[in-house]
């Protein structure tokens, strides 16, 4: 256990010199801290200290990798190479490579029948897990896509434009956008008709999908 907590440190620690490497050049900040604070409710240390889940080392990336999200049997990550790749979780195989994005892989979800990913190109992504092609891109937004989220019949996401954007999840028919974040919409939870979701300002709308409009506003 004490080794694990030295390697997250270490970990964190070349995550923190590329973050002040990035900004001296003028290039991108790597991780957005405040975001992170933002989305997960915790500092960045604390996630990385307490942090139950494996510490994998995942060498397909040609940049850094920016998300990655597991299932029981899964791992799928996205990164600053504009790709989305995934493994097996046991034997750390690489099932399939994800190619389609023009920036970064920013948002994942997935299941065991389908697999969606939002990036800084402004869309999100439809894929086939079989054949690695995609499936449906849309391209609404308008700025950079921070989230994707769906169920049974509904797919939301959320962007830098300040709007969640809702989709029937079979048809990819557009059902409504919510427009009252003053700003970035970093983050959004789905949960049956009812959508939470979070900007930069902090401000936490929860919206009911059936009236298509917010119910309350929490700051």
Same mark, same amino acid.
């Given at each position: 256990?004490?080794?694990?907590?030295?390697?997250?440190?270490? #970990?964190?620690?070349?995550?923190?010199?590329?973050?002040?490497?990035?900004?001296?050049?003028?290039?991108?900040?790597?991780?957005?801290?405040?975001?992170?604070?933002?989305?997960?409710?915790? &500092?960045? $240390?604390?996630?990385?200290?307490? &942090?139950?889940?494996?510490?994998?080392? #995942?060498?397909? *990336?040609?940049?850094?990798?920016?998300?990655?999200? $597991?299932?029981?049997?899964?791992?799928?990550?996205?990164?600053?190479?504009?790709?989305?790749?995934?493994?097996?979780?046991?034997?750390?195989?690489?099932?399939?490579?994800?190619?389609?994005?023009?920036?970064?892989?920013?948002?994942?979800?997935?299941?065991?029948?389908?697999? #969606?990913?939002?990036?800084?190109? *402004?869309?999100?992504?439809?894929?086939?897990?079989?054949?690695?092609?995609?499936? *449906?891109?849309? @391209?609404? *937004?308008?700025?950079? #896509?921070? !989230?994707?989220?769906?169920?049974?019949?509904? $797919?939301?996401? !959320?962007? +830098? +434009?300040?709007?969640?954007?809702?989709?029937?999840?079979?048809?990819?028919?557009?059902? !409504?956008?919510? %427009?009252?974040?003053?700003?970035?919409?970093?983050?959004? %939870?789905?949960?049956?008709?009812?959508?939470?979701?979070?900007?930069?300002?902090? @401000?936490?709308?929860?919206? +009911?999908?059936?009236?298509? %409009?917010?119910?309350?506003?929490?700051?």
């Amino acid at each position: 256990q004490h080794n694990q907590h030295v390697l997250r440190v270490r #970990v964190l620690i070349s995550l923190l010199v590329l973050q002040m490497a990035a900004a001296v050049e003028g290039y991108e900040p790597t991780i957005n801290w405040r975001a992170a604070f933002v989305r997960y409710g915790q &500092s960045p $240390l604390n996630m990385f200290l307490t &942090s139950e889940y494996d510490l994998v080392e #995942v060498g397909e *990336h040609h940049s850094m990798t920016l998300i990655v999200r $597991l299932s029981p049997t899964k791992i799928v990550c996205g990164g600053g190479d504009q790709t989305v790749f995934a493994f097996d979780r046991s034997s750390k195989a690489k099932l399939q490579s994800f190619l389609g994005h023009s920036g970064n892989v920013r948002a994942i979800q997935f299941d065991d029948s389908m697999l #969606v990913s939002g990036s800084a190109d *402004h869309s999100w992504i439809h894929w086939d897990w079989a054949t690695g092609n995609e499936l *449906h891109k849309n @391209t609404d *937004h308008d700025n950079e #896509v921070n !989230c994707v989220k769906f169920n049974n019949t509904t $797919l939301a996401t !959320c962007s +830098d +434009d300040n709007s969640v954007r809702v989709y029937d999840v079979r048809t990819y028919a557009p059902i !409504c956008v919510l %427009q009252e974040h003053p700003g970035s919409v970093y983050n959004l %939870q789905l949960e049956d008709d009812t959508i939470m979701s979070v900007c930069n300002s902090s @401000t936490l709308i929860e919206w +009911d999908l059936r009236q298509r %409009q917010s119910v309350h506003k929490y700051s």
